[in-house]
């Protein structure tokens, strides 16, 4: 087996990928010509994407439970995991307030919802998400505790496999050397896990196809249009939120340009873009994030929590939403009001992640609860809102994305060499594993500190 610097027995599944993530493009461009020219025929293919984000989320519980367990199992402390948890929980929650004060800020910069008009059908939709995302925080934490261990595994809840995936992995780092034969079981399993996935990620060209013309030829041009001023300040807050904010942060913690590392993840965000869902590149998010020298116990709760808890993209939307529909309704407001909504919403958008429409729903839940006469002009946003899941999914990623390196850096579980010449190219990503195969001797991977040596990751 070479070694992890040498590169060449990765080069030959870099290339095929790479003709596949052109493919995805082509689709795209492809999915859009063809809503535009012909919608009835366009939205008839949309089943197309939803069965394959059907698919890569069927692997999402699978890859996290594995990561965690093999993660969290192998770590020398429980403690070590406590303060990764604890630490993430603490940024999330201090990015998701500056995020809502961002959104909160442009929207009273650009008063977007000014002379829109409310009609009977609009309403009507307003009223439909409203039921569709009404929920108590007493329902989502109950929520987080699954009907028993193995439904864990397929109850497409993302929170139940964090929980029970952290009761088994400390169960199995108190066993010690009894529990290694289950680790190795489990390591043999993810490494089935990622080939399965990889597998799956070559229908990507046709899942992109069918997602975007089906958006396309039910949206068309009339609601971007009427709409345009409320879109285009979205997507540039996200884009100054992640380059500015994000990118100070990762400078002054880890001392990396945040360029480098979002275009390490840029097939990631192409999959996002074309699918409209943060959680169809989760599963390509934890293995990478463990290729490039993040250690598996952090990367194993971060990620899936910050799916969860750290949705930046979707706390800029509900605050530029919520001021939108206000103002269309002729009913702005005030400050305080704004304040208390939007603190209010932080809280209900936990746990509506990645999801395509989640956040529309969201809105409307939190709107119903609070401000029940605004949830109406929900459905002045109906038209656009696939188009601004895009860019909530595609900010919710990048921002769990720089969340575990600096959770990492913070806590020093990160191998800043490797991390560097990841990102330089020099440790090129194995697409047809997705995963250190531990040089294929089947060995459960070890804790090790972050200044490690690269020869104790094995090849990835």
């Avoid at 829109?116 to 569709?132: I, P």
């Avoid at 103002?327 to 305080?336: R, V």
């Avoid at 959770?407 to 560097?420: A, H, K, M, P």
């Amino acid at each position: 087996m070479s070694s992890p610097s040498s590169g060449p027995t990765a080069a030959p599944a870099r290339s095929r990928t790479h003709y596949l993530y052109l493919a995805v493009i082509v689709a795209v461009v492809l999915g859009i010509a063809l809503g535009l020219a012909a919608p009835d025929v366009a939205v008839e293919l949309k089943p197309l994407g939803t069965a394959f984000v059907a698919l890569i989320k069927m692997m999402i519980q699978p890859v996290i439970f594995c990561t965690i367990v093999i993660g969290v199992g192998s770590v020398a402390s429980a403690a070590k995991v406590g303060k990764v948890g604890g630490l993430a929980l603490a940024y999330f929650l201090a990015l998701s307030t500056v995020a809502l004060a961002i959104g909160l800020v442009v929207g009273n910069l650009l008063h977007p919802g000014t002379g829109l008009r409310l009609t009977e059908a609009v309403a009507g939709a307003g009223q439909k998400q409203a039921a569709a995302g009404h929920g108590s925080t007493t329902d989502f934490l109950l929520g987080i505790i699954p009907t028993s261990m193995v439904s864990s595994l397929t109850s497409g809840e993302v929170l139940q496999t964090l929980l029970v995936a952290l009761l088994v992995g400390f169960a199995l780092q108190q066993m010690g050397a009894a529990g290694q034969p289950v680790l190795r079981g489990v390591a043999s399993l993810q490494r089935v896990v990622f080939r399965v996935l990889s597998m799956i990620m070559w229908a990507a060209p046709i899942g992109a196809f069918g997602a975007i013309a089906g958006v396309v030829g039910e949206t068309g041009v009339d609601a971007l249009r009427s709409l345009f001023v409320l879109m285009l300040g979205f997507y540039v807050t996200c884009f100054l939120f992640v380059f500015v904010v994000l990118g100070v942060v990762l400078r002054v913690v880890a001392g990396i340009h945040v360029w480098p590392l979002l275009r390490y993840l840029g097939r990631e965000f192409l999959l996002i873009l074309s699918t409209s869902s943060s959680e169809s590149a989760l599963p390509r998010l934890i293995a990478k994030m463990e290729h490039a020298g993040v250690d598996r116990a952090t990367v194993g709760v971060v990620v899936p929590t910050g799916y969860s808890f750290n949705l930046d993209g979707t706390a800029i939307y509900l605050t530029m939403a919520s001021l939108f529909i206000a103002e269309a309704l002729g009913d702005p407001l005030s400050i305080g009001e704004q304040v208390s909504l939007l603190l209010f919403m932080m809280i209900a958008s936990k746990g509506a992640a990645g999801v395509t429409g989640a956040g529309m729903a969201t809105l409307a839940g939190g709107l119903s609860s609070h401000r029940p006469e605004l949830v109406d002009g929900v459905g002045l946003i109906v038209g656009i809102d696939r188009f601004m899941s895009e860019a909530r999914a595609l900010t919710n990623f990048a921002g769990n994305a720089i969340a575990t390196v600096v959770i990492g850096q913070w806590t020093g579980t990160v191998d800043r060499d490797r991390l560097d010449r990841v990102l330089r190219g020099e440790e090129p990503f194995d697409e047809a594993t997705m995963i250190d195969d531990g040089h294929g001797d089947g060995a459960v991977p070890e804790a090790r500190p972050a200044t490690a040596a690269v020869e104790a990751r094995g090849d990835v």
